[in-house]
């Protein structure tokens, strides 16, 4: 369901008129209407209604992207949502969530965690530690690019804990998911060793500072100099990087910043000794792990799905340019073709996608989708 003005009376009758015992509402909610977000969420917890979710700069309602609004999936939770605070600390505590053993077969976790935070590498290898493949998992990093303001910080929320930052929320869906994600770049250049990194901050490659291998082997591509101040702007979106990942695709990362020692900040962190790659892609190729993702997810659906949720990079959006609302289209025409359940979902700064057969790592420049049956 889709709420194009944000009315937060006709979100909260909807709520009421669709809500059981067992359900729960995961929301996107434009940047644009993070000020009225705290009123929605008493609303909703005085009505006793659960709900989780994330801002985000743009939204994903059928073939199309929307700056402002509400986006609602209803799902049958198993138990209310959990948060895990002080991300941006190493002692970040998981002790408070079920165990693995604790969790029902065919349920999936839905994460969705401040993009920002430091240690994020370290939050998905402890939660896979916790629940392995006992569950499907989706999601992603919530948040816009350049927040500034502790309110925009405050980019993950509960219906009963408000809106919080250095955080992930945690709500285990009792449904199967099928789920899939391709990213569609090649390696360009390695193999390269992160010998010294923390939280997101990848400091050496091979020993060297890593902005200063990062720029031979870009500049060696696009024939002119790259600056510190290039990252994070299209001419470096064009050269992410790529941890290797034994059986599946490379972990893609994309630069953002340059610290002062000459390392390279990474949504998502890479961790020390990880094996790296510099990746490249055109449009035209990147734009055809759209075609592999939706062949992934209809080849598993087996039973006619509720909703479709969309978890899409941002600066993958931007970086295909007329090619991403193309891409959309596409997506959209194939899961209708499937079942005419609603496609939803949003611009993430970091997607997670995966059927718990391999380690959690929450990855970057991709496209993934989450069908629940």
């Keep these: 369901m889709f709420f194009e003005s944000f009315d937060i009376a006709r979100i909260i009758n909807w709520a009421v008129a669709h809500h059981t015992p067992s359900s729960g509402l995961w929301l996107f909610v434009a940047e644009k209407n993070q000020a009225q977000l705290p009123t929605l969420l008493q609303a909703l917890k005085q009505a006793n209604i659960p709900c989780f979710g994330g801002t985000f700069m743009r939204l994903i309602v059928g073939h199309k992207t929307v700056e402002q609004g509400c986006a609602v999936a209803r799902l049958d939770l198993w138990r209310s949502p959990f948060v895990v605070h002080d991300l941006h600390r190493t002692d970040f505590s998981l002790e408070h969530l079920p165990r693995r053993e604790e969790l029902p077969e065919n349920h999936t976790l839905v994460v969705l965690a401040d993009a920002d935070a430091l240690y994020l590498a370290d939050f998905f290898t402890q939660l896979y530690h916790r629940f392995g493949n006992r569950v499907q998992y989706l ?18 929320f509960t219906s009963e804990k408000g809106m919080i930052a250095n955080a992930a929320v945690l ?30 901050i990848l400091h050496e490659l091979n020993w060297q500072p890593a902005f200063e291998v990062y720029r031979q082997v870009v500049e060696a591509q696009i024939n002119q100099p790259l600056h510190p101040k290039d990252l994070g702007s299209r001419l470096s979106h064009g050269f992410p990087l790529g941890m290797l990942q034994q059986g599946a695709e490379d972990i893609v990362r994309l630069p953002s910043t340059v610290t002062e020692d000459g390392g390279m900040v990474c949504i998502g962190g890479i961790q020390a000794n990880s094996v790296v790659h510099i990746l490249h892609g055109q449009p035209q190729s990147v734009v055809q792990a759209a075609d592999k993702t939706l062949a992934s997810c209809k080849s598993q659906i087996s039973s006619p799905p509720n909703c479709h949720i969309v978890v899409n990079c941002v600066t993958r959006y931007w970086f295909l340019e007329d090619l991403g609302a193309e891409e959309l289209a596409t997506i959209h025409r194939g899961l209708t073709s499937v079942e005419s359940a ?28 989450g069908s629940f049956m």
Excluded: Y
Excluded at 139 to 155: F, K, S
């Design 139 to 156: 999601g992603g990093g919530a948040g816009i690019l350049g927040a500034e303001t502790a309110q925009q910080r405050q980019c993950v």
């Design 171 to 200: 709500a285990l869906v009792a449904q199967p998911c099928v789920v899939g994600a391709h990213h569609g770049w090649e390696r360009l250049h390695g193999p390269l060793l992160a010998t010294r990194s923390e939280g997101k």
């Design 342 to 369: 609603p496609m939803i979902g949003a611009l993430f700064k970091g997607e997670i996608a995966s059927d718990g057969r391999s380690s959690l790592a929450m990855l970057n420049k991709s496209l993934a989708i």
